[in-house]
């Protein structure tokens, strides 16, 4: 079995775990403290190194930008980002770095990139780098330890690249942009998966009913669908929605505002969504439906509404006298009968009607419609109750109803 040293104690283990085990004991052992800044330290030596970041001297001084530095080497370093000067060049890139003696430790771990040498291996997981520092942020990952914090949300990270990255998010930097469509993202990670939709790769299956998509966060919404978790609620009126984007433009409707107007009758709606459908009733195009009877509908909800005619299921009860409907529209309508509201007025006589299509007949005396016809005689009339006492003529049967007015 290959055993495994410790890059800090020399400590020799034979299994993974155990090396992620005893690196956390280094962490935990960390009791030596800055004073000055409160960083820790697993060792006393290590600790009094730390602490001539803190001392001034006053004879290492930049005579350009007056920054204090440690020692007459890190002072020459530092003029150096002054004056440019960058003695050490890659042969291979041409990159320059700045100029440190005869020996350049930036130049060396710069030339591991050309040659493919990683000399620093992870003892838990196998990753090699170039460097030990970049060993040591890699390190941190499994051991939980971040140590760079957002100063403006608070969140840690493990790396300081990520930290960067994830400043843009504050920002509204965008770095990078889709090479297709143009569209940018703060982080590459977002672009990548972006990029799947043009390339039409779907990774993310999901286990219960195999669909798939191209976003892991698309998956994790469609899954909220089996659990019918709604983790997205309006701040207004308590309703919550499975998708993030339908909980905003539902908040939309609490605001009024309705920026989405039809350019045929005017009517303007608070979604671009609404507005599209709406658009189909004038242009008569119908998407919809019916799988049972072929009646086709402009709109989705229409559909599924008229879907209940054929179930026979009646989920709209009547609070007053329990008669169920399997419209909503129908159940309104049918209010109207308990209170007595008529909304539906006749714009010539002014007669007014509970329900729609009470007034549409009504109007039809109005214009001279006859659309109800004897089968006997072919005489027309302009109301469905007009015809049925003129069957009465037929059939010699009088109501009295009837009698009582010729009386």
Not at 378 to 391: D, E, I
């Amino acid at each position: 079995m290959t055993r495994k040293k410790c890059w800090i104690c020399g400590k020799c283990v034979h299994r993974r775990g155990e090396m992620k085990t005893h690196l956390q004991s280094h962490i935990e052992a960390r009791k030596d403290e800055c004073d000055i800044c409160g960083k820790a330290y697993s060792t006393t030596a290590a600790l009094r190194a730390h602490r001539t970041v803190h001392t001034v001297f006053d004879d290492h001084e930049c005579d350009v930008c007056g920054e204090k530095c440690i020692g007459s080497r890190d002072l020459k370093i530092h003029r150096n980002t002054h004056n440019g000067v960058k003695g050490h060049e890659c042969d291979i890139c041409g990159r320059k770095f700045i100029w440190i003696g005869n020996f350049n430790r930036h130049l060396t771990r710069h030339m591991h990139i050309h040659t493919g040498i990683k000399d620093y291996t992870c003892q838990i997981c196998g990753k090699a780098f170039t460097s030990l520092g970049n060993l040591k942020t890699h390190l941190n990952a499994h051991m939980g330890v971040k140590n760079y914090e957002c100063e403006i949300c608070g969140k840690a990270f493990t790396q300081h690249g990520d930290l960067k990255r994830h400043r843009n998010t504050h920002t509204g930097v965008k770095n990078y942009t889709c090479q297709i469509c143009g569209k940018a993202f703060t982080l590459l990670g977002n672009l990548k998966t972006h990029g799947n939709i043009h390339t039409g790769v779907k990774n993310y299956e999901c286990e219960i009913c195999g669909k798939v998509f191209n976003q892991i966060s698309n998956l994790k919404t469609h899954q909220n669908t089996h659990t019918g978790v709604k983790q997205y609620a309006c701040q207004i009126c308590g309703r919550a929605f499975i998708r993030h984007d339908d909980m905003k433009k539902h908040e939309k409707t609490h605001t009024g505002v309705k920026t989405y107007a039809c350019q045929i009758c005017g009517r303007v709606f608070t979604q671009i969504g609404d507005l599209k459908r709406h658009e189909n009733i004038h242009t008569g195009f119908k998407n919809y439906e019916c799988q049972i009877c072929g009646k086709a509908f402009a709109m989705l909800g229409n559909l599924k509404t008229h879907g209940h005619i054929h179930t026979g299921v009646k989920q709209y009860i009547c609070q007053i006298c329990g008669k169920a409907f399997s419209q909503l529209s129908h159940l309104k309508t049918h209010g109207n009968t308990h209170t007595g509201v008529k909304n539906y007025v006749c714009q010539v006589c002014g007669k007014a009607f509970r329900q729609h299509s009470q007034l549409k007949i009504h109007e039809n005396t109005h214009a001279g419609v006859k659309i109800y016809a004897c089968q006997i005689c072919g005489k027309a009339f302009s109301l469905l109750a007009s015809l049925k006492r003129h069957g009465h003529t037929h059939t010699e049967s009088r109501p009295m109803s009837v009698r009582s007015l010729e009386d």
